[in-house]
DNA sequence: TTGAAAGCGATACCAC
DNA sequence: GTGGTATCGCTTTCAA
């Protein structure tokens, strides 16, 4: 099992062994391949046609080490199972596959440690770019460790692009593509207090987590706005799914019944609370309105059709991946582009039918 | 840009660079590296410490090339959007983690020549399996394009492993994870028949998807168990999505608008389905029953929650994983294990709230 | 236009 | 226990 000289048969053909079949060099097969240099028609006839016998295809490693490769960009994301998340990664991808780039998807469960594991992987496979995706918890250290991420990557020739987190701050090497998160709330907000309700329950999401902060945000500034009195009472945090928005609004039910619409801070969640709401006899939106975030597909397809906010998340995978692509185009001349490295993308409420003003007799 | 030499800045760390900083030998630095060898305390606390000075990782490309590197899986979905596919390419994300292997996923967007291009794309990284998901279109050309994949891969020290789909017929080095998926169908049927459903709307999938065939055979089977008339006219084709599942029901509404139950291909379809007969004034499941296919998250959230059939697709991905690792442990001695490349998984109704009797005045 | 040979970064075998 | 060094497969000068 040790020194095998055959031409080809032992596991895979290498372009010597193409080159000795074709009776040329390796040389010449490297450019026959790499199309990137004049060759003549007879070589490159000869060269493929036992490219073709012996199926053979380039060792993306060797070919990597010796200066070459595909591009390769990283995907980092919580749970592949969540949808909004889902179609980021679908427009990095597409994007990536535009400029025959390879995208890498990995997932770190919400556990740090595998984060890390996974940044040190990527950073071996001397990926591109490292796109971190989705809210991050516990602000502070989180700044300490992204920024940490930064000049690793950096300094391995990649790059950190944080995509739907708190940007950076200070000098650090990273990019980070937003959307207006406190903005979309607040007028998710703001259209619910316009239709008369002032009792609404708030499901933010989790209390350290930073989509779910400035999600809350944005919903006490449009009550502030409105002049209606917040009441802290009514906000319950809980993780983004379907039981928190059931469990939620089964408790609420109980302890302040007087609500008369719920701000869920995603549609999933939303979807929960619906379902409890049916289960306690209550209609939508009849007797109790209630919106969503992010409009997932399943948005428009509960009933009734969910009211939310939209967030461009395909497209910002597109915008990750075009900043990233372009970074490394003008690579030459490093710029230090003050700005171009925090870009937000908006968001707008979407209004479909889970909303109605509150009942009368309310 | 060329040569430099000077220890680290340029843009990466590499093994040499932590020798001379460290005083040892690049064999030593290996060596306490890889772990795998007797080093001397002294030796492997002064090498620590440089790594982490330098803040160094191996190039996983080059010790891929000189023998080393981590096992790597790819996962070719068609989209990634697709809940069920989410969760296989979980459940081998999870076995594969566990294992520390890596695993990347590639989207196909249903194109055949993107799927070549990215089994190629595969084969070059050297990936130690390609796992395809999901249900396949031409059954005739499937069991060549296969064929060919898999000798391709075989021959290239990799494997082909099919999720979800036909198994190869013949000789072919490739492993089949699948489901019981006409089985579900029968038993779905059965259940909807049970309950005293004759005519039943019948949207298996497209007509050239393998899966959508087998679900609607499983359909024919029960109908014929029962003794019960199978109306062609009742089925209709269409995609796995939302709007098929809406649109056919508006269809039928329309041609044949004396059906009871609607036994959709999946639960997206189901949805869309269930959607379309509330548009229409119809009570699910009061006026007419719906069943699904698939069990995923979104199955438990609908209102009212669907009956459907479960399929074990996270189980598939870890299984399918182990496969894959258990031929690569056991790799010495070649079995060609006869049977063992073949897996089928169970799949059993789960019953929720979409199914009634049919209206008595029906 | 084509060939020979020097690396790319890490591993592992062979001496010491 | 530690240090040389050939080698992995490919790209890319440098000559011819």
Known sequence: MSQRKATSDAGRATIRDVAERAGVSVASVSRVLSGNYPVSEELRRRVMKVVRDLDYVTNAHARSLAGGGT????????NITGAAFAHVAKGVEGAATLRGWLSL?????DDPERELALVNLMRQQGVAAVILLGGAYDYDEYQLRMARFARSLDAAGSHLVLVGRPPLEGDVPATTVDYDNEGGAYAMASHLLSAGHRRVLVLPGHAE?????????????????????????????????????????????HDTPDFTAVLAGTDVVAAGAAQALRAAGLRVPEDVSIVGYDDIPLASQLTPQLTTVHVPYEEMGRVALRAVADRREGGGGRRKSPDGDHLVLGTHVVVRNSVRPPAAHA
Chains 1, 2 share one sequence.
Request: charge should be negative; aromatic fraction near 10%; glycine fraction near 14%.
């Open 71 to 78: 591009p390769t960009v990283a995907i980092l994301i919580n």
């Open 105 to 109: 998807v990995g997932t770190t469960g």
């Open 209 to 253: 987590l930073t989509t779910a902060q400035g999600r809350l945000k944005g919903a006490q500034r449009a009550f502030d706005a409105y002049g209606a009195p917040f009441d802290p009472g009514m906000v319950r945090h809980g993780p983004y799914d379907y039981e928190h928005g059931y469990e939620a609004v089964e408790a609420a039910l």
